[in-house]
């Protein structure tokens, strides 16, 4: 603990001015908790050597545990006490540690450290999760994906706690427990796990309009991404900018994905419930090992305060966006995750995000959701976390200095000096005492903001407007787009009991979005949906602009193949050397070619070499993969041809609109599979030359979206 920054002796003046972080400030700051046992005897917790760690201690070989035996009742009581309380919502999460590091623009913007100095990296800890589901349910569920950050600053930790998605459910703070209860598992039955396709959920968010927006967020393909690495991540609120002159500006946070932004297709998501559960925290884990890192660059969207009430909207409403046509996001730094965390329960479990947690140069404003935030976090960390002292866990402690006069409370560690526990003190020299808000390292001082009210208990009235965004979106969409939306709102409402609340669905909220969703939804559900919009004019709203493109997913493709997986498909008598020359060739671009084979036995290839598989046709099956290739080779062919197994691989990448390349013989496959041959991203050539070029255009674009009218017909 020597170096622990909250243990600093205060003697003598401070030297908190001087403190710089860098890349490695919380890698150095963990590694003094960091407990490797290799080389160390087994011992109890008091330090005990163990002798014997079979065997309770009995009276006789075959009599009773005697009470006697600590060690036995030490390892027993601390399993039995290992769990603690998992998240209300984002209980499910997998984080990575990194760095962030501001562009030559960005100290324009904020006084906050962080972004003062172009050379400087900032250390982050970033939490993926999903909402609904507990600890156990999978990854690639429909749901909104958390996306937190904390860096860990020269001037203390700021914790952007932001989600996938721009706009939130609710807008205001004391609806959140009854819209969680109404999403989460139902009570009587706990039923579904990590699913919002349920009675209470519907319910509740046909009775809200103001959920609407966001609701069509979720039914569309961004409530599945298909990596970490490829979704965008958002503040939500505006937040408040201040630079070093005191100036506020308004300001959205914004996280863009260098890989482009790309999704599941539903069919694939469910499957991977199964088949890969752990999918999106595997691929992040393993990309970081491999040494493929997630990169995001952070923007922001500024809007001066004179300007504050020029939007069509209110700027405080969290369920609205500011479109980026109107407001472009300006780059202002990047991210790299590069670091799988050592411990997960430590790190990724005991870690505890707060939207109050800001620096200096970052502030709040009066969003009735941001306000109820703010209490919301490190109330929920008490119980989850036992007690006010979380800050003190490793993952949670700033890296620079941090002295107070709070002190005792449950599981303490630190050891203050000192009699005096409180300021002013004339007994402790007045230390640690308060910092005057300056320019550059200053204490926090709250935006000076007149507030001239009445007590009030009431929704602004420019908050009314529920539907005109949801149109917006809607109107942005591309086809594919709008009917995986439609598919997604008929599925939902189909695992809805009750009648009447598909029906208020269908006739009261969809067709204020658009008459044509409500229309397409009704006649699946066998209900008539309405010619006119029925809500008032003031909750229609009013839209300034009829499409926003940077609302479709369509909008930021990868357009390369960097870090795609193809599964190349193989049997004894493959052309072993086609496949060592896509192999290479995928690497050249970044993408990793797999082997897979019917089983884990080598395969032996035409001309006798051998090849080792990395997976077997039913351990990676196509869902895990971003593109198929057939290699040739008679008997190899024909082996998978009658393979219930290997005719299904191609047909279930047919289905989830992958590219699919055969080379040679590997025809005979997809033949026999009944996969079209000839069209727009199945592909068929004598060698590999022929067909690499345009599969790699194929899967630059994701999916080959043009089969997608017809991908349904495909039974797998
Ligand atoms: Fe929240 C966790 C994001 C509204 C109360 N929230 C939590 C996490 C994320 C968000 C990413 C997980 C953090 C982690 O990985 O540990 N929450 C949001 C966003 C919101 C939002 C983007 C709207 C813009 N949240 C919201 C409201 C409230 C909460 C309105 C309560 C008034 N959120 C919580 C919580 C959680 C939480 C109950 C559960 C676990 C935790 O805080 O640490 O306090």
Redesign the pocket.
Known sequence: MANNPHTTPNSGAPNDTDFKTNEQSKSENLEKYRSDATGHDLRTNHGTRIADNHNSLKAGERGPTLLEDFVFREKLNHFDNERIPE?????R?A?AHGYFQPYDNAAQYSKASLFQDHGKKTPVFV???T?QGSRGSNDTVRDVR???TKFYTDEGNWDL???DMPV?F?QD?IK??DF?HAVKPEPHNEIPQGQSAHDTFWDFVSLMPESTHMVLWTMSDRAFPRHYRNMEG????TFRLIDKQGRSRFVKFHWKPLAGTCSLIWDEAQKLWGRDPDFNRRMMWEDIENGDFLEYEFGIQVVEEEDEHKFDFDLLD?TKIIPEEQVPVTPIGKMVLNRNPDNYFAETEQ?????AHVVPGIDFTNDP??Q??L???L???ML?LGGPNFNELPINQPVCPFHNNQRDAMHRQTINKGQASYEPNSIDGGWPSETPAAPENGGFESHYERIDAHKIRARSPSFGDHYSQATLFWNSQTDVEKEHIIAAYTFELSKVQRPWIRERMIKEILPNIDLELARRVGENHGIEAPTEKPAAPEELGRISQLESPALSLMARLPGNIQYRKVAILAADGVDGDQIEALKKKLEAEGAQGLVIAPSMAPVKAAGGKSVTPDAMLNGMPSVAVDAVVVPGGTDSVEALAQSGQGRYYVQEAYKHLKAIAAVGEGKLLLDAADVPTGEEGVLTGAAVDDVFAPLRDAMGQHRVWARDPKANDMPA
């Open positions: 998240r209300i919502v984002h209980a999460g984080a939490r993926f999760s909402v958390g996306f937190a706690v932001g989600n939130f609710i703070a959140f427990p969680v958002f503040g939500v609120h969290p870690v505890a995000f707060n939207p959701l941001l109820g935030r209490f919301s976090y109330d929920t960390q989850r």
